[in-house]
């Protein structure tokens, strides 16, 4: 099975930045490359897709309404993916929860998603 554990979430000020981590591990996890990404949660809402990244890292993905002020990454060595968050907004109060999908292409639907961190709070003052 795959772990994940995500790390990085806290209160910060609007116009402020946070860097999600998201550590995995695991026999599977280090035999199959993933896709991966960042989803969240707001109280009240669905769960919606922030950021996906490919194996390689060379296809990205982000939704409309963190464009231009998130940027996903990973570092395979460490098993290791990554949301930078910048210019933060009082929208973006949300649990955030790192995924894996057992995929090689950019997946962006929740149900194609293997496993799921427990999360991390995230919360913008205004």
């Known amino acids: 099975q795959v772990q994940l554990v995500e790390s990085g979430g806290g209160l910060v000020q609007a116009g402020g930045s946070l860097r999600l981590s998201c550590a995995a591990s695991?026999?599977?996890?280090?035999?199959?490359?993933?896709?991966m990404a960042w989803f969240r949660q707001a109280p009240g809402k669905e769960r919606e897709s922030v950021a996906a990244?490919?194996?390689?890292?060379?296809?990205?993905y982000y939704a409309d309404s963190v464009k231009g002020r998130f940027t996903i990454s990973r570092d395979n060595a460490k098993n290791t993916v990554y949301l930078q968050m910048d210019s933060l907004k009082p929208e973006d109060t949300a649990v955030y929860y790192c995924?894996?999908?057992?995929?090689?292409?950019?997946?962006?639907?929740?149900?194609?998603?293997?496993?799921w961190g427990q999360g991390t709070q995230v919360t913008v003052s205004s």
């Open positions: 990244i490919t194996w390689s890292g060379g296809s990205t």
């Open positions: 695991g026999r599977t996890f280090s035999g199959f490359a993933m896709a």
């Open positions: 995924a894996a999908a057992r995929v090689l292409y950019l997946e962006t639907r929740t149900s194609k998603y293997d496993y």
